[in-house]
């Protein structure tokens, strides 16, 4: 294969940027809230730091799998997307809520937030020193594909953080934070349809903030009644959103040549 068949390859490796990437992607944030609370949580309540390394293991094997792989294969691809999300929610609550990471009277969910944002700025600045662009429709080396990944996992575990911080800590409640990122993820929209704003830069910012969508989106469906939630079942409601999931994937999915999308061509 020659080089720029190559480069062709590994764009066409990642799903390509739509209206139902970002379905899917917020549905797959829902189900890495309420899968990882089910896990570390009751009925299972292995705890966070046991959930998390059992998350971990899941997101190693699947990114493994997916950076080896020699095209896109679309459940594979978003089973890594499910794996970063549940090991966001696991890790993003046992440093705030074991760890203490910032103190002893918590959880310091907006110290979290501060540091895994700067975490991710850190990720994208060596991506962009590094390969030329942090666009996703340029993903044309294992370096850039591992970056990627990087930043993936890094802003499904800011996006925790953020949803807990500002539906719970903050008192909006969980409704309140479903619709303040929602109008934010519209703001987005808005902007990439009459702005020339940077399409990367776009992206990562609706990438971030569909996490804490989801978080808030799970939190409805599960917590206790008095805490603004539905008090369904954990394990039940990650089942059903995995079966809404699945022909969602299978429906939408397609290999792609380069993620264009709201990326478009920039060079960012």
Known sequence: MGGN?????????????????WIIKIIATTLGETGGDALSMPPIELGYLVATAIFLGFFL????AQVFAK????????????????????????LTRDLEFFGTEGPYYGATALVLFASLMVVLV?????????????????????????????SNTLGTALGDWVADTQGIGFAGGAMLFGAALLVIGALALFTKISRPILFWAAFILTRPLGATLGDILTKPLDHGGLNLSRVTSSIVIAVVMIPLIALFSRSAEGSEGTEGSENA
């Open 5 to 21: 068949e190559a480069h062709g390859a590994l764009a066409g490796k990642v799903a390509k940027v739509t209206f139902a990437f």
């Open 61 to 64: 094997v699947t990114v493994v």
């Open 71 to 94: 095209r896109y294969h679309p459940f594979l691809f978003w089973a890594v997307i499910v794996a970063t999300t549940t090991l966001g929610t696991t890790t993003a609550d046992w």
């Open 126 to 154: 060596l991506w962009r020193v590094t390969t030329g662009s942090i666009s996703v429709s340029r993903i044309t080396s294992k370096k850039a594909e591992g970056f990627y990944w990087a930043a993936i996992l890094v």
